[in-house]
């Protein structure tokens, strides 16, 4: 039986592309100090915080899309195995090194048990939490859907999963805790809505993707207002970020989530709306957004030891040297990338992920 082949999703590409733009982005801002108070740095934040949540329904609906009526679940780990988790533990490698051998320091992570542990001990702790690097969190965490793809599809064809699921989007709307100050079960918990959510727009994505422009005006005008208030700080972001750092999980409304999940559904009917519009850098990023991201923190963390140093002359950011900073550590990402396809071509994506 031939395998039926999925046509492409230049929007849901499109859509990548810009989710790890945002990722990049916020990951850039609180890198390197700002010009005293700035709205311009509030309102960025407001723009690019959360870029997980796009990649993370972005997900969803890619697996529902690709694998809803053909599935082999084997065959799935494999290819997951094979493209995220081997290039995962590739990049790795120098931030394990850097931890276990170089910046020794007074990590919070770094309790006293893990100090007196084996090497061999730490390096698996490493790994399976991502606490080795500030943004590889996302791989342990991101492989407990994959082991559960199993139970999502099937879940995903029965009709209780129509009903079932914005549901557990209103209460997912209750966590604030996850990422590298979390374990990659609390994050798995957090994402889980929307993870679904992405699933459950792809299963209804004809009905979605054509509603009509009341309802763009009106999710457009929730997220202009929530961003506004984030902006001046009537909604306290910090607040939500400072949460992600207690020891217990953590239940209290977040509207930036929320906020997250109104520019997930206004980006999939936009660009599926301008899908005869070309986007080159979306293309491009999009191609090769699982390389930026492995790459990008290595490539911040280089740039903040350049600044320190006093080479790269910049105290603090403004709205044009940040610009010029997110846009190198964006072309410096794909340059290594375009170097790592030239020599091991097809083989890149198990090197680098791209």
């Known amino acids: ?35 005293g108070f700035s709205v311009t740095k509030s309102l960025l934040v407001g723009i690019f915080n959360n870029g997980t949540v796009l990649f993370v329904f972005i997900a969803g609906f890619l697996f529902y899309y690709l694998c809803h009526n053909q599935f082999n679940y084997f065959k799935y780990l494999k290819k997951k195995l094979k493209f995220v988790i081997f290039p995962y533990l590739i990049i790795s490698v120098p931030a394990i090194v850097d ?20 090497i061999m001990y730490k390096i698996f702790w490493m790994l399976i939490t991502g606490r080795h690097s500030g943004v590889l969190w996302f791989i342990p965490m991101i492989g407990i859907f994959y082991l ?56 209804h994505r004809l009905k979605i993707l054509s509603v009509n422009n009341l309802w763009l005006i009106l999710l457009s005008t929730g997220y202009i207002v929530m961003t506004a208030l984030e902006v001046y700080d009537i909604i306290p972001v910090n607040k939500y970020l400072e949460l992600r750092d207690k020891k217990a999980m953590v239940f209290i409304f977040n509207l930036s989530k929320l906020k997250a999940i109104l520019l997930c559904i206004l980006l999939i009917i936009g660009f599926k709306r301008l899908n005869d519009y070309r986007f ?75």
């Not at 006093?310 to 105290?315: A, D, E, H, K, L």
């Open 1 to 35: 039986m031939e395998i039926e082949k999925k046509p492409f999703l230049d929007y849901i590409h499109n859509f990548r592309g810009l989710a790890i733009i945002f990722i990049v982005g916020i990951h850039s801002i609180i890198s390197i100090p700002w010009q």
């Open 99 to 118: 931890k276990l051998f170089i910046d020794t320091g007074d990590h919070w992570w770094m309790t006293p048990e893990f100090q007196e542990a084996s």
């Open 148 to 203: 559960g793809s199993y139970f999502f599809r099937n879940f995903s064809n029965k009709r209780l999963f129509d009903y079932i699921v914005p549901l557990i989007c209103i209460v997912g709307l209750w966590t604030v805790r996850f990422g590298y100050h979390a374990n990659p079960i609390i994050s798995f918990v957090h994402f889980l809505p929307i993870y679904l959510l992405g699933m459950w727009v792809a299963k």
């Open 280 to 354: 080159p850098l979306l293309v491009k990023t999009g191609n090769d957004s699982f390389g930026i991201f492995f790459l990008h923190l290595y490539i911040i963390n280089i740039f903040q030891i350049l600044v320190q140093k006093g080479i790269i002359p910049i105290t603090s950011l403004n709205v044009f040297s940040y610009s010029v900073y997110l846009v190198a550590i964006l072309a410096l990402a794909m340059i290594i990338i375009f170097f790592v396809k030239k020599v091991f071509g097809k083989n890149s994506r198990i090197i680098i992920g791209s």
